[in-house]
């Protein structure tokens, strides 16, 4: 039988348009007019339509026309919202942001700079590029491994590396073995520390996508504190100190490495304000680590939305944290301190920031550390949307807004910052 009737899934149909063609629903093997050309489709249309599990409607194709003219219109405004809100192109169609979303679910980000010539590894590795996913032309001619990586597979022009979901546990297994060979000779050898940070670096990320997959299990936690412990051993270890541990590449917005980072600025900060190591900057880099944990509550498709959240989606967000600190409660033996970052990472001097609005003294100095840590890697940080501010802008940014933030905090990690930005030059 011939159809007369094509599927035209939700997305494609805008919020707010007015379709003009009639839209049908398929029930019992029949098409049923759902409504009229030239009535504007609500949000609660929509709402109600996925509530009822309904993921497509039909148009007759007598209306195909209209239809392409209704998409094309459609496009172009989406396009045009899109450059006003500094969107890519490529984020606009719909499946490509599935697809976006995808990659994101099923793809573990990894450091290039971690492989060297020669190496053999048993997982395969993939690049990322134009919302895409790859796989390098080494592991092209072997179904299974283990492969022995080439020159050409680092030619890969900074091009952001990725595994399977799969594989992690061989790259832990890969890098634990990397990490237990850097022998304590080569102490002074800077190539050493580098590969030494890179491998800390990436387990810890590793470490911190499992809590945040799992956040109420105390082993998992007990494993992020491991993770700061050794990140902490690196920085008050050697001298090239915290940024060392920051030069990788620049990449999109992961929730786990922006917790890295986090973690990492605010040991460097609390170790140049002076902070004794223990408890205070292990409290303080336990905390940063787990500031985010609430966003293991909050749908990653908004988390990773790759766009500018509405009023609505905004509000929802700001959740995370007192969804965070309610989490991390119920690790009793938590200490209360390690609670702060996570509390009011989001709290600005001026009263501004969220959720409560707390002012000047009202903030702890955690809470302070963590509020510029959060914000400068925020700036530096690319999202699809958005192009990361150089470390210099991002500074610049900082002070303008300095009223926000703590004063000497702020004056300590631009100082502290820029000189280590200065002499990685
Ligand atoms: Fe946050
Ligand atoms: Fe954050």
């Known amino acids: 039988m011939i159809e007369n009737y094509f599927p035209v899934p939700l997305k494609r149909i805008v919020v707010d348009s007015v379709p003009n063609f009639d839209l049908y629903m398929k029930q019992k093997e029949r098409y049923v007019l759902y409504r009229n050309a030239n009535i504007k489709f609500e949000k609660s249309n929509l709402d109600n339509l996925m509530g009822n599990n309904i993921v497509s409607l039909y148009v007759s194709k007598k209306d195909i026309k ?66 895409d996913v790859q796989l390098c032309a080494d592991f092209e001619s072997k179904p299974e491994g283990p492969w022995v990586l080439t020159d050409k597979f680092l030619k890969v022009n900074g ?12 790259y832990r297994a890969y890098l634990a073995n990397l990490l237990a060979s850097f022998s304590k000779v080569w102490r002074d050898d800077s190539v050493r520390v580098q590969r030494e940070a890179i491998a800390l670096r990436e387990m810890s990320k590793m470490v911190v996508k499992d ?28 001298e ?34 002076g902070l004794p190591e223990y408890p205070h900057i292990e409290m303080l880099g ?27 989606e905004f509000k929802r967000m700001k959740d995370h944290v007192a ?16 609670l ?53 802008e991002a500074l610049s940014f900082l002070n303008k807004t300095s009223a926000d933030y703590d004063r000497q905090c702020l004056t300590q990690f631009i100082m502290t910052l820029g000189k280590q930005i200065r002499d990685a030059k």
């Not at 680590?289 to 609505?312: A, C, F, R, Y």
């Not at 969804?323 to 390690?338: C, F, M, R, S, T």
Request: proline letters at 4%; charged letters at 25%.
């Open 66 to 131: 209209q239809y392409e003219e209704y998409r094309q219109k459609m496009r172009a405004g989406q396009e045009e919202e899109a450059k006003k809100q500094g969107y890519t192109g490529i984020f606009v169609d719909p499946e490509e942001i599935e697809r976006y979303h995808d990659i994101r679910a099923n793809f573990h980000l990894i450091e290039c700079k971690i492989f060297e010539p020669g190496l053999e590894i048993d997982f395969p590795v993939y690049y990322h590029k134009d919302n």
């Open 159 to 170: 091009l952001p590396l990725m595994i399977r979901n799969e594989d992690i546990e061989k």
């Open 211 to 238: 809590v945040l997959d799992d956040p109420r299990s105390g082993e998992k936690i007990k494993q992020v504190n491991v993770s700061v412990h050794s990140l902490i051993g690196f920085i008050l270890d050697n």
């Open 240 to 273: 090239a100190s915290f940024y060392s541990l920051m030069r990788i590449s620049s990449h999109d917005y992961y929730t786990y490495v922006h917790s890295i980072n986090v973690c990492t600025f605010c040991v460097g900060l609390g170790s140049a304000l």
């Open 286 to 312: 336990l905390g940063a680590m787990l500031h985010d944990v609430g966003k293991s509550q909050i749908d990653s498709q908004l988390i990773n939305k790759p766009g500018k959240l509405t009023d609505e």
């Open 323 to 338: 969804q965070g600190v309610d989490i991390l409660k119920k690790h009793h033996n938590l200490p209360e301190q390690a």
């Open 340 to 392: 702060e970052p996570v509390a009011q990472h989001h709290e600005k001097i001026t009263g501004t920031g969220y959720p409560n609005g707390l002012k000047g003294d009202q903030i702890g100095l955690f809470g302070r550390i963590s509020s510029i840590a959060d914000i400068y890697d925020a700036l530096t940080t690319e999202r699809s949307y958005k192009r990361a501010l150089t470390p210099f």
